[in-house]
């Protein structure tokens, strides 16, 4: 679209220089203008000592207020001092617009900022620095600091990573082989890891967060692909973000609803997880086993528990166990034909490494 420092004609993927040593930071946004002030007055004030080369992509994810307009203005107000460039993604879906970020970016690695983050100043130099050091890392997130317009509820801390809050792992470093992937809020990319597994067939199963819809999980399934593919995930607590929640967000209800929406996306996630990347005895997973474990599952909670689900106070975590075992069970049924060709279609998939050689 504009872009207030320089324009271009965006470029697609294969005609990028993916050696340029560097951060592109990559703004995904669906009517975003109230958000925006706080996360891009963060990114005019990042440090780069530690390398020359920094860009600020934005991209209006089919917007219907001023993200654009806003953005603009923004980088002028203060006074930014990266290049940056604003540009569209008329297709909605979070996913989408990560991509066009990625097809429009110049430099080696990547940070995927929503438009609710905000970085710590040191964010860009010490994911250089530790992206640098390991060439084997594919993936890397911080730790989040949940801010809000409104009072945290009670039970915020003990579901706070539902919110891309607090930390991700209990020590520093590589969770390849544990948890497995990091948080798409403040995740940094190594482009050609990311490009390999594009120029390799891979297409995401998920379709992401898209305008008000919960489902999501396209970050968890670019890790989970990144990690078949051979690449380590880790984890840094000392990169650092603020992540503004606003107080609509921290209903009870709502978080029922991202929890409806975690267990929908943990059905496509068995096809990266049936995968064994040992040499031990593996049991592949198929619909109809699945979904009859789901149901016992169900059951398991009691008949009294499941009768007064819909009325249980805030806080019970069983609610949300609930609420994820039924959207689990859901799409479940209605992925009936295609549960076990997805398994097929990402054990025959060109991107990723042969069982037991990983």
Request: proline letters at 3%.
């Amino acid at each position: 679209m504009l872009s207030t420092h320089f324009s271009e004609i965006p470029l697609s993927a294969n005609s990028r220089m993916y050696s340029s040593k560097g951060i592109s930071i990559i703004v995904c946004c669906h009517n975003s203008s109230k958000l925006l002030p706080e996360t891009i007055k963060h990114l005019c004030s990042l440090e780069n000592k530690n390398f020359s080369n920094l860009e600020v992509i934005v991209v209006d994810n089919n917007s219907s207020d001023a993200t654009s307009e806003t953005a603009a203005k923004l980088f002028g107000d203060f006074k930014c001092r990266f290049p940056f460039k604003i540009i569209d993604e008329p297709l909605t879906g979070l996913s989408h617009a990560r991509k066009r970020g990625f097809d429009n970016s110049q430099f080696e690695y990547m940070i995927y900022c929503d438009d609710d983050n905000w970085l710590s100043s040191d964010y860009a130099d010490l994911s250089f620095s530790i992206m640098e050091g390991d060439k084997g890392i594919a993936a890397l997130g911080g730790s989040g600091e949940a801010v809000t317009d409104g009072t945290l509820p009670a039970w915020f801390m003990e579901f706070s990573n539902h919110y891309s809050s607090g930390k991700q792992a209990e020590e520093a470093g590589d969770i390849t082989n544990t948890s497995g992937y990091v948080w798409g809020a403040g995740m940094v990319i190594r482009k050609n890891a990311l490009m390999d597994l594009y120029k390799n067939g891979f297409i995401s199963m998920l379709e992401d967060r898209t305008g008000t819809r919960l489902t999501s999980g396209g970050d968890v399934e670019i890790c989970y692909a990144l990690r078949l593919a051979g690449w380590k995930i880790c984890y840094e607590p000392s990169l650092k973000f603020k992540h503004f929640i606003p107080k609509e967000k921290l209903r009870w209800d709502y978080l029922r609803k991202l929890n409806r929406g975690f267990g929908s996306q943990k059905v496509f996630f068995d096809s990266y997880l049936e995968i064994p990347r040992d040499k031990k005895i593996h049991i592949r997973k198929n619909w109809k086993s699945e979904t009859i474990r789901m149901v016992k599952k169900l059951r398991s909670y009691g008949f009294w528990k499941l009768l007064r689900f819909m009325t249980t106070s805030e806080g019970d975590a069983d609610t949300l166990r609930i609420e994820k075992s039924i959207g689990q069970l859901t799409q479940l049924l209605k992925l009936r034909k295609q549960y076990e060709k997805h398994q097929e279609a990402i054990r025959d998939a060109g991107w990723r490494i042969p069982a037991g050689k990983v």
